[in-house]
Every structure is written in C-alpha cells, then in structure tokens.
C-alpha cells in the first residue's frame, strides 16, 4: 500500500506534490488541532512540534528527500509547482474572496491513497492555502503533500451516519475558529474549480444568510419531530459541495458547535447533509439557494454543460463507469481530474506540457 503511494506520487511529481513543506506533526487531539487549523488558517504560525514527534518526521525527511533525488534522477524533470498566484486566480488576488473560503474536503482512510492524489494534484494547487482534509487516520505522506492540512478528526471511520457527521461537525467547528467569510464543503470525489467558486460566491453577501448547493433529488424533506412538529424542508446534497456564509454559520452555531450537529444527526435520524439542511431551514429558517453548477456523483456526468470552467464542482462514479466527458484525456488520469484541470486552465504550465505533447 506505501509502495503503491510512493510510486503514484512519482508519475505525479512533475506536477508539483512533492514540493518539501515543514513537517507538520503537532497532531495530538482533535481540539488542538481544529484549533491549530484555526489558527493557520487566519495566517497564525502553529505552536512547534513537540520534540517527540521529531524522529519521526525527521524519517519521513529523510524519506522525501531521498525519493526526490530519485524522481530526478529518473524523469531529470524538475519537480516545479504551477503559480497559483498566477494562472486565472489573479482576480482572487484583487478581491481576496477564495481567500475568505474555509474548504473542507471530507475523506477517509481507505481514501487516502486513491482519491486524495488526484486531489492533490489538481484543484488543491489552487486553493493550497483554504483547503483541509477532514479524516479518521494519521497519514503522514498525506500530510506533507497537503502541506500539513490533513486534519484528524477522533471520528470513526467507514460510511456510518455517525461518523459522517462527526466529521462534518468537525468541518463546522473549524471554519466557526477560523476568520475566514466563507465555509464550502465537499467530498473526497469532488474536483472543485476554485475560480469558478470565487465567481460565485462574490455575488453573495457572507453578512446575510446564504445557503448555497444543490439541491438532492429528493424535492422535500417531510419529517415528523417531537420538538419542531411536523416540517418539511430542503438540503443541499453534500456529495456535491456547499457553501455556508459566516453569517448563517454564527446562526447555526447554537444547534451545531463542538458535537451539537452531530447530535442533531442522531435525534432526527438523518445523514449529516441532511441534517445542515434541517438546521439551515427548520432551526434558522433560512433556505436553501440552489445552484446548478454543483455536481454530485448521482448525476449522469455526460449531461454536464460545456464550458467546464462554469462549474463549480464535478464528481466521477468509477463502478458505473460515471466520468466527465472531456476534450482530450490526459494518460494516468482515472478519475479525469487532470483533464478537466487542463481543460479548464489550458494555460497552466503543467496543461501546456501536455498540449506540446500531443
Ligand atoms: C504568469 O504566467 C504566464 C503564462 O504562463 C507567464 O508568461 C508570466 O510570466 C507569469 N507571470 C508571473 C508573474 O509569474
Ligand atoms: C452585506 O450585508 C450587510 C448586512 O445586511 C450590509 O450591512 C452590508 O452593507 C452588505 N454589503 C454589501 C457590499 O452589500
């Protein structure tokens, strides 16, 4: 499995994963690390490690360093990282709306090593410094790949309703102790398109109650509750993504901070998306806004609307064979990420290789 790693991050060294980051391993409880998220993410310096963790960080070191003298040897290709500041995101750099963004991406162990890279070679190059994986396992190669934004949650892992909202509890609270404007959330088979996520969300107020998703297929919600009666209402399909202002996320607080959406999970029985929608509509009495350009993998992805770049998230169902058409596919690319990367960055040093190859 660590072999496995290790040689998919080698066919993608070229496109810069394995830029050397310090190490992070200031991973002790959940709380110090949401808060430690917290703190990065309004530009504090985390608190150094604690001297016991260094050997092993130091090992890991000694690792990358030694495989990187290796990639070189082997592909002479320098292990450069496309400029996010330069690459269509300049307009964020005017506004600084993606910079108000808390991304969470919610994953799991079994994740890791299969969906986390194309991830990381794509669409979090773009938001390197906004995005944070939300797990149940410590990974370092994860970790350091992501420049120390892998996240330990204490949750459970596996596809059960309580540890899926354990961890979009987790995702709330940290993005509650951040100072970002902003909280969106995908899944780990998300490819998000970051520019087109700013566009959107600059014509939105994060002072006023924004609800932004799509919404599931399932038109309504109809449920009867001992506290709220009988209510119906909408969510936002979280295998899409969402986005969440500051000033909806302050009226959730109450009913969602430190293990209290999680617990509003269990008492309504329903899945941790549903329950955002629950809380959002029937608590708070906001609504849902949909958007269109969010995409789960529940859609047929044939059906996507070109262009590309006016989506906001994309999605892929490897067993049905469920993938984003696109115009060229690029080799080693089985979720398609890097195509439609390319397809929507065209400029983009690592798209141009391609281009100049074919
Ligand atoms: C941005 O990218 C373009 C095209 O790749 C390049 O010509 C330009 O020099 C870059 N600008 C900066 C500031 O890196
Ligand atoms: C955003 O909404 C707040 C609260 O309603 C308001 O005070 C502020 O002027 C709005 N900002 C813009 C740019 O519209």
């Not at 994963?17 to 310096?45: C, F």
């Not at 608190?47 to 003298?69: G, Y």
């Not at 529940?298 to 490897?318: A, D, G, T």
Request: proline residues 4%.
């Amino acid at each position: 499995m660590v072999l496995c790693f290790w040689l998919s991050l080698m066919l993608w060294a070229p496109y810069g994963i394995l830029e050397a980051r310090p190490a992070l391993s200031d991973v002790h409880s959940s709380t110090d690390l949401l808060e430690n998220v917290a703190r990065r993410s309004r530009g504090e310096s985390s608190p150094k490690p604690k001297s016991a963790d260094l050997p092993e960080s130091d090992k890991v070191d000694a690792r990358i360093k030694r495989r990187n003298s290796l990639l070189h040897q082997i592909s002479n290709v320098k292990a450069s990282i496309d400029d996010p500041d330069n690459a269509s995101v300049t307009t964020s750099k005017k506004t600084n709306v993606l910079g108000n963004v808390f991304i969470s991406v919610k994953t799991t162990r079994q994740n890791h090593r299969v969906r986390l890279p194309a991830i990381l070679q794509t669409w979090f190059q773009l938001a390197r410094e906004q995005t944070y994986f939300f797990t149940d396992a410590e990974d370092a190669e994860v970790s350091r790949a992501s420049g120390g934004h892998l996240v330990m949650t204490g949750c459970a892992s596996g596809h059960t309703r309580q540890a899926l909202s354990c961890k979009m509890n987790s995702e709330f609270d940290a993005f509650v102790l951040s100072a970002k404007e902003w909280w969106c959330h995908f899944d780990d088979d998300n490819y998000v398109n970051v520019v087109s996520l700013e566009k959107t969300l600059k014509s939105f107020n994060s002072s006023e109650l924004w609800y932004l998703g799509r919404d599931s297929i399932r038109p309504t919600i109809d449920l009867t509750t001992k506290q709220w009666g009988d209510v119906r209402f909408r969510f936002a399909t979280g295998g899409a993504g969402f986005c969440i202002s500051r000033a909806l996320a302050n009226e959730m607080k109450p009913h969602a901070f430190k293990g209290r959406l999680r617990e509003l999970s269990e008492e309504i029985r329903l899945p941790d998306d549903v329950t955002v929608g629950f809380l959002v509509e029937v608590i708070v009495g906001a609504k849902l806004t949909a958007l269109p350009n969010f995409h789960s993998h529940l859609e047929e992805m044939l059906l996507i609307r070109k262009p590309l770049r006016n989506q906001i998230s994309l999605s892929y169902n490897s067993k049905r064979k469920n993938f984003v058409p696109v115009e060229q596919l690029l080799p080693r690319d089985p979720t398609r990420f890097l195509s439609i990367h390319c397809e929507i960055f065209r400029e983009l040093p690592t798209c141009k290789r391609f281009r100049r190859r074919r």
